[in-house]
């Protein structure tokens, strides 16, 4: 039996010879949404300055629709996902839950399965060394 479309797409990327791919299973993308982008530019910034993330990206706005309390709702909001490694994972929740307005914030993560060699060895070195930072009472 033949390869499926998708495996065959698949190995096509992964042999192409301008990218050295390899399989990475402690790397992850965390998200999360946010009511401005004001907010979620300020925690993309603080996660970056600390080296808990190697990388944030802020987009929006986007439109969100959802159930809170029984209530058909709708709102605008901005997402952030950042780059970090499964070992950093843990202070990045906690810092986006201490930081965060909403009462349920979503916080998802997936891991990666492929990534270009050099970009993963970016994140892991941009991550090595995060830096503690006293919270301001």
């Known amino acids: 039996m033949g390869l ?7 190995d096509k ?9 390899i399989q990475v299973d402690n790397l992850v993308e965390i998200s999360t949404t946010f009511p401005d982008d004001i ?3 300020d925690i993309a910034e603080v996660l970056v300055e600390r080296q808990l993330v190697a990388c ?27 780059k970090t490694t499964l070992e950093r994972m843990p202070a ?7 930081r965060h307005p909403y009462e349920v914030p979503e916080i998802t993560a997936r891991t990666y399965q492929w990534m270009t060699e050099d970009y993963a060895n970016w994140i ?4 090595a060394n995060p830096i503690e930072i006293p919270e301001s009472p």
């Open 4 to 10: 499926s479309i998708a495996d065959q797409l698949r």
């Open 13 to 21: 990327a992964l042999d192409a010879s301008s990218s050295n791919w």
């Open 39 to 41: 907010i979620a530019d």
């Open 56 to 82: 944030a990206q802020v987009s929006g706005p986007i439109q969100s629709t959802y159930l809170w309390k029984g209530k058909y709702e709708q709102c605008s909001e901005h997402k952030l996902c950042v």
């Open 92 to 98: 990045v929740v906690e810092l986006i839950r201490a």
């Open 124 to 127: 892991i070195q941009c991550t």
